[in-house]
């Protein structure tokens, strides 16, 4: 299961927005009419993360100053959502999945290969400060499992080989490909198409169409 949240303590550097995340945070509050501004909660805190890297007391307190609300109103969203970072993570996020699909199609060869490769496991920022590797509960792609998440991609058709990969690129420094990482398009079948092998808008892919329709390239229509 993913760790409890804990709310940081104060013992961190101030935060504050840079110039261009003001320019931002501006954006982003012009979105949501005068008394609203609670409502940019989420995409604040979105922003400060990718700022700072994790959501500090400090983190709270500016988003409590530009959006007007109680901080217990930022907490409750920034412990709610596992998006959001409550403790200093690596450079990496590493997310994998360990839900139903994902365990039995073998995600435990992907946490085998992360340990492997940066000498950690759930919940652990390696010695580099690199990677942190996170267990999660379904990200939505169990059609291609087992699966992960790195930053903001997806990664999916993983075994063990495939995972070490990826988690050498990360060590080495080199760009990652994301998606399937077996060919498979989106989510179709990873051998061979097994349904909607012929085109569904011709006769024989299925189509019917009403003698009397002017589709039917019948004499209705002068």
């Known amino acids: 299961m993913t ?3 804990t709310i940081p ?17 501006a954006r982003i509050l012009a979105k949501y009419p005068a008394g609203r501004e609670r409502s940019a909660i989420l995409p604040l805190l979105d922003l400060a993360q990718r700022q700072q890297g994790w959501i500090s ?20 969203v920034a412990t709610f959502y596992t998006m959001y970072n409550l403790a200093p993570i690596g450079a990496h996020h590493v997310q994998i999945c ?9 995600s435990d060869e992907v946490l085998r290969a992360a340990r492997d490769v940066f000498g ?3 919940g652990q920022t390696s010695a580099d400060g690199t990677v942190t590797v ?17 930053g903001d991609d997806y990664f999916e058709d993983l075994d063990y080989d495939s995972a070490k990969a990826l988690f050498q690129a990360i060590k080495d420094g080199r760009p990652l490909t994301a998606g399937s990482q077996v060919g498979r398009q989106c989510s179709a079948p990873q051998d061979r198409m097994t349904t909607l092998t012929t085109d569904p808008t011709t006769a024989e892919g299925g189509r019917w169409t009403a003698p009397d329709s002017p589709a039917a390239g019948g004499s209705g229509a002068d």
């Open 134 to 150: 996170s267990q999660v509960e379904c990200l939505g792609a169990c059609v291609n499992a087992p699966m992960m998440q790195i």
């Open 3 to 5: 760790a409890a949240k």
């Open 9 to 25: 303590d104060r013992a961190e550097t101030p935060f504050a927005f840079s110039d261009a995340n003001q320019a931002e945070v």
């Open 57 to 76: 007391r400090s983190v709270v307190e500016a988003v409590t100053a530009v959006t007007g609300c109680p901080p217990i109103h930022v907490w409750e």
């Open 120 to 122: 950690v496991g759930f």
């Open 98 to 106: 360990t839900n139903l699909s994902c365990w039995l199609r073998g």
